[in-house]
């Protein structure tokens, strides 16, 4: 019993909304992130990214420039140009990547070591600081975009590299005594290396990896004491070793802690090595991980990891909307590990996590023209404030052109540009249609059509397939008049031939209150519309967000501003606006008057186009109705 | 026309609750922090403070220890005790007084000089770093000493001491083009020097350091052109001038910003100047900086300075409740500032604002005990959440035996023994009764005594005074059956001799809203009775503050735990406590369940004494009438 799922070169999305993403993605954001890799934008942060491998290969002079995992930034950026060429070939921008590739090749070692700061900055060091120095983090960078390169192309030349790689590993890790990454990516990129190539060494280094991790020492210490250690960050020693997720045996780790990223491409390998292994036992630990990182540890956003210093999860329902951090990376992370469990556990609501990181924190990770992006995604912004507040520093207002560690705009578009690998799953005879994205399926053994007229879906199949489900998303209601419901999914039986099924699937406008145990959303209230969480800014609704609430009885209009991609609309509605104008403390016995007002919500994750301003995503009740004029 | 306090000498705290306060302080507090100045307490951080005075004066071998300011620990000790010997003569601590006012004076330089950091550890660099250096602070916390002293005793020797550095001071400084103090304190004791001593002098330089403060480039800037200036604190440098109060000239000052300590210790000594001199423009200046520091950036519980880098006031109404500082010596220098501001401008509502720091900050600054002390003063406490969370850090749930910045402990401790000094103010043939707390006034002219039995008072009167004035505190109705209600006091003629007069003044027990500008405490209420904030504990409500609301009809009822002081009460009352046990998911679209449960709520200032654990002062109100028993 197999479930795949339908690969992106057999889908098409079609969606208006998706497709526009994605084309700005593929004509405006890959050529400018190219041009962040090379150091041609003015004003950008600078990267040195694509030098590094040229000084490493010996065709330019110089220093090593950039953090330790500089390579990863090149390798993201190939992961998505595959997904890119596999949703529509681009000569000219094949013609560069294979140019990358091939520099990759020259920069690297004839071992098949490739690391462009070992290598350039520190031979010596290689492998002695796995703690910080991200080689094996950047090798699964690399073996996720050779895997995604050769499954656009069919070009082996990445995939050779990236074996060349995983072979040199191999030799000096299998054994299980030479310790594993401070940094995971490289289990579950070992797993997709895996996957592609057959070669079974590459899931056996991945489940070594996994299964020493956290057993006795933690991995500083033991390579401190091996001698050879140079510290990268002095920072990081004073984190927990839970920071690493290096505390306990990944078996006995039962919530989800430490860096929010490193967390998720953990429990990613997790995943998927407890599919490929039958074990029971780590699939447990990755069902627990998974609930408390979505159901205590998750903001409405889908943002994971609260506190700023670590970047890392806290506790139970810690989730300020000040400090939080919540980084795009991490959502994008969550999104992998989403579908990995639900690829392990069948669980429909796992797709729920997985659009809830998406269609909020990963989208607004990105402005509307492609070339500023967040790193934290904050649920409460005040400028002013943060501009006072050292302690609110990382938030920033508005998105930056590029970051000195730009871990977070590539991994956003490798992401979008994958999406349409996972939407549609098969097992057997069982077709099932993951998120509802208007797309088309074309294979020799299978043909569907998804097509989408306001809430109205047509989906047309033609195959053998007997029983076709189709996920309800949280948020929405499924409407149709054949299939059953079944643990989250409308199931019904498929004639074979081709059949056309239509229904109806309405979002619904919610008012979502926070779990009491979150102190910062005491009070409080949000508005989602299907799977999209909305917010206030400034712009709409003037300075002071804080002073708006609304009632309990609140009707929404639809309202469409030009400034608003097509397709997509505000929330408008009648609240009222506290006023205190007569009030001559910050202090007194009487609740503020509450003044009628208007106030328009827009989706999260348009906030921050339209310049600077306060930006809130929970508002507070109005608790009377004694509104004046 | 001068008005003029009946000074500590005349007047006799017997309010029981005051004097158990001033008890412990003299008896327990007192001693306590003179082993602590002497390193003799057991696991508290070293002060070093006595060894400083005894290496300088050659009679002991070493370096100096702790911070630049470190002196000023032994001043603000040396001026409480003035305060205790003028509450109640006690010849073992005159004796230890006079002990260490030897020693100041041996350690003194023979110019008059005195500062035992710089003629220890750097004699070259005298007054080259005043922006740091703090020896102007220290020489004002001398001056505040001497004076007290000299009126506790009525020796001359630390007076003496005072007057030989004050002209100093003179001698280097009047000119107006040596620079001033980094650090105010020195303006308002050289005033406070003037009044004792009548040498005009002081009060010149006292106004000298005043008018050319801001004035021209910044302080720093300038003794960094003169040479020879070395930093003390890297970072400083980091801060806006304004954390000096050093980027405009004092009357163009119009917002309370920077060090909070720093600003109200300025602004005290310029309400003084403005009134000694008559100077109507400096006057407005007090007048809008006390407005705006009280009225938009001061915490219902009289803290002031909301960001904890720079201990400093921010923006208007930014007032939040877990990030805040809210430092125990700023509300000391408020109470400074403020009943200055009184005696500026007649205004009672200063003494609501002197009142609400004193019964709130002030007080919780110490434990029960009287050995242990807070600096941060916070109105929101996770204990979990801040060990969690770096940003909170300067926060402690508990106070702690002692600081290595220890100006809050002494700081606290002559405030509140100098309280008596502030209580009755004089102005030809009207008396005031500013702050109602029993006590007794004798002196030669005047007779009073005030009593109280619940919320009756009886002020007798035995003098020639023609007018009498009750101040009506906010937060309490005062009845009586005679007088005229007249900008905030309540005025009635006295016939001369002596009388007896009553009058009922009952507190209110009052729900305070914050100005809905202040976002942190958007739907939420607090709780205060006369002029004390409450506050709910984890000891009495559980974990999960935040899970707990008040209903907006709450009737409260008092209780007398046994663990509280005397006459002091909690206030208890049937709320509601929101549960989702049934919840899977941290944010959902349904309101949590509101269960009926006893609230209880304590006196702000007694928080913290009974182990470690949540405290809020703001709870949210609760929405809807639905309470599931």
Same mark, same amino acid.
């Given at each position: 019993?197999?479930?795949?799922?339908?690969?992106? *070169?057999?889908?098409?999305?079609?969606?208006?909304?998706?497709?526009?993403?994605?084309?700005?993605?593929?004509?405006?954001?890959?050529?400018?992130?190219?041009?962040?890799?090379?150091?041609?934008?003015?004003?950008? #942060?600078?990267?040195?990214?694509?030098?590094?491998?040229?000084?490493?290969?010996?065709? *330019?002079?110089?220093?090593?420039?950039?953090?330790?995992?500089?390579?990863?930034?090149? =390798?993201? %950026?190939?992961?998505?140009?595959?997904?890119?060429?596999?949703?529509?070939?681009?000569?000219?921008?094949?013609?560069?990547?294979?140019?990358?590739?091939?520099?990759?090749?020259?920069?690297?070692?004839?071992?098949?070591?490739?690391?462009?700061?070992?290598?350039?900055?520190?031979?010596?060091?290689?492998?002695?600081?796995?703690?910080?120095?991200?080689?094996?983090?950047?090798?699964?960078?690399?073996f996720e975009a050779a895997v995604a390169y050769h499954q656009a192309t069919g070009k082996p030349e990445f995939l050779d590299i990236a074996c060349r790689f995983a072979d040199c590993l191999c030799l000096r890790f299998l054994d299980g005594n030479h310790g594993y990454p401070g940094h995971?990516?490289?289990?579950?990129?070992?797993?997709?290396?895996?996957?592609?190539?057959?070669?079974?060494? =590459?899931?056996?280094?991945?489940?070594? /990896?996994?299964?020493?991790?956290?057993?006795?020492?933690?991995?500083?210490?033991?390579?401190? !004491?091996?001698?050879?250690?140079?510290?990268?960050?002095?920072?990081?020693?004073?984190?927990?070793?839970? &920071?690493?997720?290096?505390?306990?045996?990944?078996?006995?780790?039962?919530?989800?802690?430490?860096?929010?990223?490193?967390?998720?491409?953990?429990?990613?390998?997790?995943?998927?090595?407890?599919?490929?292994?039958?074990?029971?036992?780590?699939?447990?630990?990755?069902?627990?991980?998974?609930?408390?990182? @979505?159901?205590?540890?998750?903001?409405?956003?889908?943002?994971?990891?609260?506190?700023?210093?670590?970047?890392?999860?806290?506790?139970?329902?810690?989730?300020?909307?000040?400090?939080?951090? +919540?980084?795009?990376?991490?959502?994008?992370? $969550?999104?992998?590990?989403?579908?990995?469990?639900?690829? $392990?556990?069948?669980?429909?609501?796992?797709?729920?996590?997985?659009?809830?990181?998406?269609?909020?924190?990963?989208?607004?990770?990105?402005?509307?023209?492609? !070339?500023?992006?967040?790193?934290?995604?904050?649920?409460?912004? +005040?400028?002013?404030?943060?501009?006072?507040?050292?302690?609110?520093?990382?938030?920033?207002?508005?998105?930056?052109?590029? /970051?000195?560690?730009?871990?977070?705009?590539?991994?956003?578009?490798?992401?979008?540009?994958?999406?349409?690998?996972?939407?549609?799953?098969?097992?057997?005879? @069982?077709?099932?249609?993951?998120?509802?994205?208007?797309?088309?399926?074309?294979?020799?053994?299978?043909?569907?059509?998804?097509?989408?007229?306001?809430?109205?879906?047509?989906?047309?199949?033609?195959?053998?397939? !007997?029983?076709?489900?189709?996920?309800?998303?949280?948020?929405?209601?499924?409407?149709?008049?054949?299939? @059953?419901?079944?643990?989250?999914?409308?199931?019904?039986?498929?004639?074979?031939?081709?059949?056309? &099924?239509?229904?109806?699937?309405?979002?619904?406008?919610?008012?979502?209150?926070?779990?009491?145990?979150?102190?910062?959303?005491?009070?409080?209230?949000?508005?989602?519309?299907?799977?999209?969480?909305?917010?206030?800014?400034?712009?709409?609704?003037?300075?002071?967000?804080?002073?708006?609430?609304?009632?309990?009885?609140?009707?929404?209009?639809?309202?469409?501003?030009? %400034?608003?991609?097509?397709?997509?609309?505000?929330?408008? @509605?009648?609240?009222?606006? &506290? #006023?205190?104008?007569?009030?001559?403390?910050?202090?007194?016995?009487?609740?503020?008057?509450?003044?009628?007002?208007?106030?328009?919500?827009?989706?999260?994750?348009?906030?921050?186009?339209?310049?600077?301003?306060?930006?809130?995503?929970?508002?507070?009740?109005? !608790?009377?109705?004694?509104?004046?004029?």
């Open positions: 019993m197999i479930t795949k799922w339908i690969p992106l *070169a057999q889908v098409t999305m079609n969606d208006p909304f998706w497709a526009s993403v994605q084309t700005l993605i593929r004509t405006v954001v890959l050529p400018h992130q190219w041009k962040l890799l090379n150091d041609l934008v003015e004003g950008a #942060s600078p990267s040195h990214c694509v030098e590094n491998f040229r000084i490493a290969a010996h065709e *330019a002079q110089g220093e090593f420039s950039g953090m330790v995992f500089r390579d990863s930034d090149l =390798y993201k %950026w190939l992961e998505a140009v595959g997904y890119a060429l596999t949703i529509e070939r681009d000569e000219a921008l094949e013609v560069v990547a294979d140019e990358a590739i091939a520099l990759i090749g020259r920069a690297q070692c004839t071992d098949g070591y490739m690391n462009t700061y070992y290598s350039i900055q520190a031979p010596l060091e290689r492998w002695k600081n796995l703690t910080e120095g991200h080689e094996l983090y950047c090798a699964g960078h690399m995971p990516e490289v289990e579950a990129a070992l797993i997709r290396l895996y996957e592609e190539t057959g070669v079974e060494r =590459y899931l056996d280094l991945s489940r070594v /990896f996994i299964n020493v991790r956290g057993v006795g020492e933690d991995l500083r210490t033991r390579e401190e !004491k091996v001698g050879g250690y140079t510290p990268i960050w002095n920072h990081l020693k004073d984190m927990p070793v839970s &920071y690493l997720q290096d505390h306990l045996p990944v078996r006995e780790q039962h919530e989800a802690c430490g860096h929010a990223v490193r967390a998720v491409y953990l429990y990613s390998a997790m995943a998927d090595l407890a599919r490929l292994d039958g074990d029971m036992a780590l699939a447990q630990t990755c069902q627990e991980l998974f609930d408390n990182a @979505t159901k205590r540890r998750m903001y409405v956003t889908g943002g994971i990891g609260s506190c700023s210093e670590g970047e890392r999860f806290t506790l139970d329902y810690d989730l300020p909307n000040d400090l939080v951090y +919540s980084e795009t990376c991490a959502s994008v992370g $969550l999104m992998m590990f989403a579908r990995r469990m639900w690829r $392990l556990t069948d669980d429909a609501n796992c797709y729920d996590v997985w659009e809830r990181a998406l269609y909020n924190t990963v989208l607004a990770g990105m402005s509307q023209d492609g !070339k500023h992006f967040f790193y934290v995604n904050p649920l409460e912004v +005040s400028p002013e404030r943060i501009a006072e507040t050292p302690a609110l520093a990382h938030v920033l207002p508005q998105r930056p052109k590029w /970051f000195g560690v730009p871990c977070c705009p590539p991994n956003l578009v490798r992401c979008v540009l994958s999406l349409g690998g996972y939407l549609y799953a098969q097992e057997g005879e @069982t077709l099932t249609l993951l998120s509802h994205i208007a797309s088309r399926v074309d294979s020799s053994e299978l043909s569907i059509s998804l097509s989408r007229e306001d809430d109205r879906y047509t989906l047309s199949i033609n195959s053998n397939v !007997k029983t076709v489900r189709l996920r309800i998303p949280d948020g929405f209601e499924l409407l149709a008049d054949y299939g @059953t419901v079944e643990h989250g999914y409308l199931v019904f039986s498929h004639q074979g031939g081709s059949c056309e &099924y239509t229904y109806q699937m309405i979002p619904k406008l919610r008012v979502l209150h926070a779990h009491p145990r979150v102190a910062a959303d005491a009070g409080k209230v949000c508005i989602s519309y299907g799977a999209t969480v909305y917010c206030l800014e400034e712009a709409d609704n003037g300075k002071h967000l804080c002073e708006l609430a609304l009632p309990r009885n609140a009707v929404f209009n639809k309202i469409y501003p030009a %400034w608003m991609p097509a397709g997509t609309f505000a929330l408008q @509605t009648e609240g009222v606006r &506290y #006023s205190a104008e007569d009030w001559t403390a910050a202090y007194e016995a009487r609740e503020p008057e509450a003044k009628a007002t208007q106030i328009t919500f827009i989706p999260y994750y348009l906030w921050a186009n339209r310049g600077e301003g306060e930006m809130q995503v929970f508002i507070n009740v109005h !608790k009377c109705t004694d509104v004046h004029d």
